[in-house]
């Protein structure tokens, strides 16, 4: 199969990393071509990746079996405009957040096929997670193909098209960046060196997540282990709650849905 990724952005790069640490390990077949208007980019990715580039929008999409839509949601009706008519059917994979599928099929019409996908950038370690949602008449066949892809760079879940925003909003991995980031410089504030201070961080944030994912135990045993009543610990979780900590969350959450949705109306 040709996979071909219009767009050669971060999140190209991302899928490309994961795809090759699958291929080494799977020996698969498939094959990848990047299209982008940036010869340096182009460039970058061949080097990099060991994929094919193509310059020429036209003769990218001739080359696919499965096209992979990747450019911002403000991107993606140009682009669209540009491919015009298809004349053969043709599946594709969206990754512009917010912009549902009964607009991306209109835009193309048919024998265009559509899907969409979330991927986290963290499919370039081969620990990602992905969300997907299709047509309704979309093929079996099809479905797997999508799913068999995601499937390699990490997790895969299938959720309505309805959630999808919602799910966009959380599971990204800028929350636990920031989290990280935000932990550390608080640290570096009271004392520790910032090398320090991002160990304790990170350990607090990934270790303490992974244990949770690990153990089987559920999170709210985890807390109670973690937070001995009356303890520093405690004490700490309870003057971020009493900061605001939950509140800054649920605006944020919101302000994020706000963005997605404003991105299915552009």
């Not at 490309?16 to 094959?31: C, F, I, M, P, Y």
């Not at 990218?60 to 009706?77: F, G, K, M, N, T």
């Not at 299938?158 to 989290?179: C, L």
């Not at 944030?205 to 520093?232: C, H, V």
Request: aromatic residues 4%.
């Amino acid at each position: 199969m040709t996979v071909v990724f219009l767009g050669g952005g971060r999140i190209t790069s991302a899928i490309l990393a994961g795809l090759r640490l699958h291929k080494a390990k799977a020996k698969s077949k498939d094959r990848f071509v990047v299209h982008d208007l940036d010869p340096a980019r182009l460039r970058d990715l061949k080097k990099n990746y060991g994929v094919a580039i193509e310059p020429d929008l036209r003769s990218a999409i001739r080359r696919a079996d499965l096209l992979i839509v990747a450019v911002r949601p403000d991107s993606l009706s140009e682009l669209l405009r540009s491919i015009g008519k298809v004349d053969r059917p043709l599946l594709f994979v969206s990754l512009a957040a917010g912009v549902p599928l009964r607009r991306l099929s209109a835009m193309l019409g048919t024998p265009a096929r559509w899907t969409r996908a979330m991927p986290s950038p963290v499919c370039r370690s081969g620990r990602g997670l992905t969300a997907l949602t299709f047509s309704r008449n979309l093929r079996q066949r099809d479905r797997q193909r999508v799913r068999n892809l995601f499937a390699s760079l990490g997790q895969v879940v299938e959720i309505p098209e309805r959630k999808f925003d919602a799910f966009t909003v959380i599971y990204s991995s800028s929350h636990g960046y920031h989290a990280l980031a935000t932990l550390a410089q608080t640290a570096q504030k009271i004392g520790l060196n910032r090398k320090t201070a991002l160990l304790a961080s990170a350990h607090a944030l990934a270790d303490g997540i992974l244990a949770w994912r690990e153990s089987g135990l559920s999170l709210k045993s985890l807390l109670r282990e973690a937070a001995t009543p009356g303890g520093i610990a405690a004490a700490t979780m309870a003057g971020m709650d009493a900061a605001g900590y939950r509140r800054a969350v649920r605006e944020g959450v919101q302000s994020g849905l706000r963005r997605a949705r404003a991105n299915a109306r552009k």
